[in-house]
């Protein structure tokens, strides 16, 4: 329970925990000395936190990019846009308008920069990335006595690749080849 002068606000442990990585976190992150960068087929990722069943990890995606719909069995998230032309899917919709992505505030960046969605274990999600590519950080909380490892090897769903398929530690993945932006939000009429 947080308190907020006399007002009483409830947050569940994961959201809790963003709240104090956000805030109290140093800006160069507490970057583990060991396993701390991934690569997931094109995709790069840093852990910039990892303590007990919580970790963070920023993804940097390259240029017109598909991360087709998936899940994550034994993870609850929080993604967290950075930067970069990214529409993120969740449940097979795009949840961030295009103009939100393409009109730039504070010095060039999206007006959207910061915004936080909850992926529980069974939430499909995915994205598609522009010409930019993309940048956004997952706050997890590992759950099922699974301890915090790549996100991207927890993993139920399409594959971004032969490479990505053959590191999955838990979950069910097939690689799927030629991803398109419908591969990202199976309900979506157009990209």
């Not at 569940?12 to 701390?36: C, H, M, R, S």
């Not at 522009?130 to 950080?137: A, D, I, N, P, T």
């Amino acid at each position: 329970m947080i308190f907020e002068g006399d007002n009483e606000l409830a947050y569940d442990d994961l959201e809790a925990f963003a709240i104090f990585f956000t805030t109290k976190v140093p800006a160069l992150g507490l970057i583990p000395l060991f396993n701390a960068v991934h690569k997931i087929q094109d995709v790069f990722s840093v852990t910039w936190y990892r303590h007990e069943q919580y970790q963070v990890q920023m993804f940097i995606v390259p240029p017109n990019y598909v991360i087709p719909e998936h899940t994550h069995p034994n993870v609850d998230s929080i993604e967290m846009y950075l930067g970069g032309q990214i529409k993120f899917s969740h449940k097979g919709k795009w949840t961030i308008p295009d103009q939100d992505i393409q009109t730039p505030s504070f010095m060039g960046t999206s007006c959207r920069r910061g915004k936080m969605i909850r992926v529980r274990p069974n939430d499909p999600h995915g994205g598609i990335f522009g010409e930019g590519g993309g940048v956004f950080m997952s706050i997890q909380k590992w759950l099922n006595g699974v301890e915090p490892h790549c996100v991207s090897a927890d993993y139920v769903g399409a594959t971004m690749g032969e490479h990505h398929t053959s590191n999955i530690k838990f979950g069910d993945a097939y690689t799927k080849s030629n991803l398109t932006w419908k591969d990202a939000a199976s309900l979506e009429e157009s990209a």
